[in-house]
């Protein structure tokens, strides 16, 4: 395997330590080509495997043809549901003992276009390619359920878990003097990662090595362990460089199965790598959603009553729930309060995470609810939000750990100019461009898991960190290297941090923006036993230079160690450890309850299920943000730009503003592609997704993009981490559809509740 040497070049004075700006570490490997991705692995004897899809959504496989594929040049098997060696049925994320029933990967009923039916391995790539094409499918089609908006897709399950209630809502709603009721829907989106979904699978006997990008390495090592009914250990999931994920590399799903099965069946290392229209059926995108959003308040503006419906689609054989009154339920204080959800049935791959899933169509609801309401009694947008402010959680009735979401309103509309805009929709113009300043509040729970990691101190004193979970351009690698430099007492430079290996210590799933909280307390715990060791070392090893010193603590700052008086010996950590005659210090730090057996672990590590509540003890954590956005509408076409945008968000203590500031910019721009651009396009006949590529599934580019300038209002909070830092790889995407929404009604008097705002539906 490689190792992933990875060392910054640019660190300058005070970046090195938790809360510098350190650049990326891995920076330099990702731009330069240097990282080596999963699928780019050379191994001897590699063959190439290439998917085969369904071309209905409904129905069954009558027969496929394999003749022609089988005779074609270099093929050497053709998988269909016949010939796939079976394999077990896999827990689900939660761990639930799955169905004693066997799984296959290849389909012969149908329930979506573009699922899995047969797959193709040759000696080369393009030999796959040219026999996949000769693999000849036909089907018995029945009537699909396209999307949401399909008639026979009904009122769908009632998901009673997802109901929350207080008071009387509906009753409140009804005397309320001002009434506001509006429906919001968003469309199915799409992760898009630059790097599409695929893995190397390499059997050697009963041992299975996966190269494949991944959010979560025991998560998957344990689902293909379950898959092949090998033990948990005899899987390596590989991963040290992931081009984006954005919530779709979490899981083993099935195009890795029909790999790994190739790979055995024929005993060769197996490629395959899905192509640009295969990634958006080979996982979900985020659900499209429907809500209802229904607003009872008094003439000043003060919330007496909100009630909320919902429904997301999700799979006919799965079910994704995308929870849709999370943000709903908390942003702002309301004796009264209903939400309830559904979940549709319909002909496509099941949906899935995608960043901020659940709070991000949640925010488009309610925020663009509460800017109805505002217009509805006269009272300026920011102003309304201040009135309804929730001084404590007003779900779980718990204090905000922290909530410097008032903080959030003010710095950004002091550095936004709120304080000029004119209040009447289509009042700021600029020649024919309409000028349109909406406002919106985000928030994202912080979830809270454990973690584990080895830190050693090596002879020649540099600081080497491992841990099997990932960097998939978040800033792992660097804030794990700040993180363990600090703590040591070393610089940052000196610190290797090892990532993306199932070999090395156990990570949970990186997702819902958790992975910072939990590795910078598990690298924290370890670091700090190493330096234990090696300063107990120092004090009580007669061969030590500070034997004499009968100190009880010394001081290992820059590599070197000295006494706290800066009196006495001072040396060099590789200097002591020489001295001493050790050639390394080596600690495992992790952040589990102290009585935890080998069975809570695993089931922590591969499972979501041993996450904290948000809501535990004594308080209600979060993220919280404030987007102020201003767009340009082109009167005549009705074209809508942004161009300016400033958010004030919370995260927390920052352990890397720089990075942290990157994270919230990427998600505001997913959240601009997401209000202006991004909607998965269903044709009627066959239920495809038409728009599976990136010209058609336009995401921004940087022509779309203006000035982003945010800043954190954010003050530590030691209720959500070890370390006072909350989640911000989700929280700026959240509550940015519904400040652009809002601006483009301030500019133009059209209120757009569809997204996305395309211009048919402003002119
Ligand atoms: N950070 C910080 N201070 C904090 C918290 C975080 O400086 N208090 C910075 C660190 O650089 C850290 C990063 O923000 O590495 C993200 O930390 P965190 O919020 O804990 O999120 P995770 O590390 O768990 O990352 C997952 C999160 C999710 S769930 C999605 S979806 C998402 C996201 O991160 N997908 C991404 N950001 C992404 N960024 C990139 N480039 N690519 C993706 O696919
Ligand atoms: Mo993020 S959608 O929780 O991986």
């Known amino acids: 395997m490689t190792v992933h040497n990875i060392r910054h070049g640019d660190a300058s004075d005070g970046a090195e330590a938790v809360g510098g700006r350190l650049s990326r570490v891995d920076g330099p490997a990702k731009i330069t080509g240097a990282a080596k991705y999963a699928v780019e692995q050379q191994l001897e004897g590699l063959a190439y495997a290439v998917l085969v899809e369904s071309t209905i959504a409904s129905g069954k496989v009558r027969a496929i043809d394999t003749n022609a594929a089988e005779a074609a040049p270099g093929v050497l098997q053709v998988l269909t549901p016949d010939t796939i060696i079976s394999l077990r049925t896999a827990a689900d994320w939660f761990g639930t003992p799955p169905p004693d029933k066997p799984y296959c990967p290849l389909a012969r009923d149908i329930s979506f276009s573009g699922q899995h039916v047969a797959a193709v391995v040759a000696e080369t790539f393009e030999q796959a390619v040219a026999a996949a094409a000769l693999v000849k499918v036909s089907y018995d089609e029945t009537p699909s359920i396209v999307d949401l908006s399909d008639a026979k897709a009904g009122d769908g399950i009632p998901i009673d878990a997802m109901t929350k209630e207080w008071g009387d809502a509906q009753g409140a709603f009804a005397s309320a003097p001002v009434r506001i009721c509006a429906a919001y829907n968003t469309p199915r989106e799409y992760q898009a990662p630059m790097e599409p979904h695929g893995l190397i699978a390499r059997w050697e006997g009963d041992q299975l090595t996966v190269w494949e990008p991944s959010q979560w390495l025991d998560g998957m090592a344990r689902t293909y362990a379950e898959w092949f009914g090998v033990p948990f250990e005899n899987v390596r999931l590989v991963s040290p460089y992931i081009g984006g994920g954005f919530g779709s590399k979490a899981l083993a799903l099935s195009h890795g199965a029909v790999a790994a099965c190739a790979a055995k069946m024929l005993g060769r290392p197996v490629r395959l790598v899905m192509t640009r229209p295969q990634t958006f059926t080979g996982y979900g995108g985020r659900a499209a959603t429907r809500q209802t959003v229904t607003i009872g308040a008094d003439r000043q503006g003060k919330i007496q009553s909100i009630v909320h419906r919902g429904v997301n689609e999700t799979s006919m054989d799965g079910m994704w729930v995308e929870p849709l009154g999370s943000v709903t339920s908390i942003m702002y204080a309301t004796p009264n309060f209903s939400s309830r959800q559904n979940v549709v049935r319909v002909n496509s791959v099941m949906p899935g995470a995608m960043r901020a899933p659940g709070e991000n169509p949640s925010a488009f609801g309610i925020e663009s609810a509460i800017d109805e309401l505002a217009y509805e009694v006269g009272i300026d947008p920011l102003e309304i939000r201040l009135r309804n402010y929730a001084e404590q959680d007003p779900h779980a009735k718990k204090a905000w750990s922290t909530r410097q979401l008032r903080e959030a309103f003010a710095t950004g509309a002091e550095r936004f100019g709120w304080a000029r805009r004119t209040s009447e929709p289509r009042s700021m113009r600029d020649g024919n461009q309409l000028i349109g300043w909406g406002v919106a509040a985000g928030t994202y729970p912080v979830r809270r898991a454990y973690g584990e990691a080895i830190v050693r101190i090596l002879a020649d004193g540099s600081v080497e960190v491992e841990s099997s979970s990932i960097d998939m351009g978040q800033g792992t690698y660097t804030i794990l290297a700040q993180t363990a430099a600090e703590t040591v007492g070393v610089r940052a430079d000196d610190v290797v941090v090892k990532l993306g290996d199932s070999r090395f210590p156990r990570a949970g799933v990186t997702g819902g923006s958790r992975l910072a909280g939990v590795m910078t307390g598990a690298v924290y715990k370890a670091a700090t036993s190493a330096l234990d060791q090696l300063v107990g070392l120092a004090i009580s090893d007669p061969r030590s230079p500070f034997h004499a010193l009968q100190a009880n603590t010394l001081v290992v700052a820059n590599g070197r160690i000295g006494s706290p008086r800066g009196d006495g010996p001072d040396v060099s950590i590789a200097e002591l450890l020489k001295s001493v005659g050790r050639d390394h210090i080596e600690a495992t730090g992790d952040t589990m309850p102290a009585n935890s057996t080998p069975e809570d672990r695993y089931k922590n590590y591969t499972t979501i299920a041993m996450a ?11 993220s919280w943000c404030a987007h102020f956005i201003e767009v340009r509408v082109d009167e005549d076409f009705g074209t809508v730009r942004v161009s300016r945008v400033v958010s004030a968000l919370d995260s927390g203590r920052l352990y ?71 989640g911000v790889g989700e929280l700026a995407i959240v509550g940015v559809a519904p400040a652009i929404a809002n601006a483009v009604f301030h500019a133009t008097g059209k209120r757009v509740r569809d997204l996305p705002i395309t211009l048919e539906k402003l002119i």
């Not at 904290?612 to 979060?622: N, Q, V, W």
């Open 656 to 726: 890397n503003p720089k990075l942290a500031e990157s994270q919230w910019k990427g998600g505001i721009i997913m959240g601009i592609g997401q209000a202006l651009l991004e909607e998965g396009i269903v044709d009627r006949r066959h239920g495809r997704i038409v728009n599976n590529n990136l010209a058609d599934y336009l995401v921004p580019t940087n022509a779309d993009i203006p000035d982003i300038e945010v800043i954190s209002v954010g003050i530590p909070d030691l209720h959500s981490s070890v370390l006072g830092g909350k």
């Open 612 to 622: 904290l509540p948000h809501t535990e003890g004594d308080y209600s954590r979060h």
